[in-house]
T-cell receptor
Framework: ETGVTQSPTHLIKTRGQQVTLRCSSQ?????VSWYQQALGQGPQFIFQ???????GRGNFPPRFSGLQFPNYSSELNVNALELDDSALYLC??????????FGPGTRLTVL | AQKVTQAQTEISVVEKEDVTLDCVYE???????LFWYKQPPSGELVFLIR????DEQNEISGRYSWNFQKSTSSFNFTITASQVVDSAVYFC?????????????WGAGTKLIIKP
């Protein structure tokens, strides 16, 4: 059974650029959630996708957007990057509303 | 409003000592779930336990045990005979609304250091 994978591992961007992060769900899972974790803090919920539609959103601006594909993989897109967007971005997959299993994360640095 | 508080920012103990990590939550919902996750230095969050609001039974899994008390809104985590490999940041989280997945609300985490 393959776990949750994320790419890339690390990414460096400059202010104003756009970034796309990718996540592959664990086999058998159909729901994907994205979280932002700033250094030294707990994760913050960005949004969740189920059946290729957004199924809930945290307190993040519209420049954070996402997609879920028919194979349940997902993308997180962030436009007009700001310095405060520097964080670890975590993807979690689950089967409906069961326990979430997390990927290793993507470390984004915005300069 | 929902909130999770982990008052202990960092705990340092010597190997083989027992250690308890505190978690206090706030919610007005009667149906909710509580979680503990472990985040080692590699960064990947590892699921440890889920408990629903109707099940106050304590749980033991090897050296890990959890004490859920609705009267004090606490869900504490104890590691018995700690080992160096237990060193990590531990997060307590809350999910409300009758399901266990939607919008996890996280505490700030407790960094646990186990010294040899």
């Amino acid at each position: 059974e393959t776990g949750v994978t994320q790419s890339p591992t690390h990414l460096i961007k400059t202010r104003g650029q756009q970034v796309t992060l990718r996540c592959s769900s664990q086999s058998g899972h159909n729901t994907v959630s994205w979280y932002q974790q700033a250094l030294g803090q707990g994760p913050q919920f960005i949004f969740q996708y189920y059946r290729e539609e957004e199924n809930g959103r945290g307190n993040f601006p519209p420049r954070f957007s996402g997609l879920q594909f028919p194979n349940y993989s997902s993308e997180l897109n962030v436009n007009a990057l700001e310095l405060d967007d520097s964080a670890l971005y975590l993807c979690a997959s689950s089967f409906f509303y069961n326990e979430q299993f997390f990927g290793p994360g993507t470390r984004l640095t915005v300069l | 409003a929902q909130k999770v508080t982990q008052a202990q920012t960092e705990i340092s103990v010597v190997e083989k000592e027992d250690v308890t990590l505190d978690c206090v939550y706030e919610t007005r919902d009667t149906t909710y779930y509580l979680f503990w996750y472990k985040q080692p230095p590699s960064g990947e969050l590892v699921f440890l336990i889920r408990r629903n609001s109707f099940d106050e039974q304590n749980e033991i899994s090897g050296r890990y045990s959890w004490n859920f008390q609705k009267s004090t809104s606490s869900f504490n985590f104890t590691i018995t005979a700690s080992q160096v490999v237990d060193s990590a940041v531990y997060f307590c989280a809350l999910s409300v609304g009758g399901d266990s997945n939607y919008q996890l609300i996280w505490g700030a985490g407790t960094k646990l250091i186990i010294k040899p």
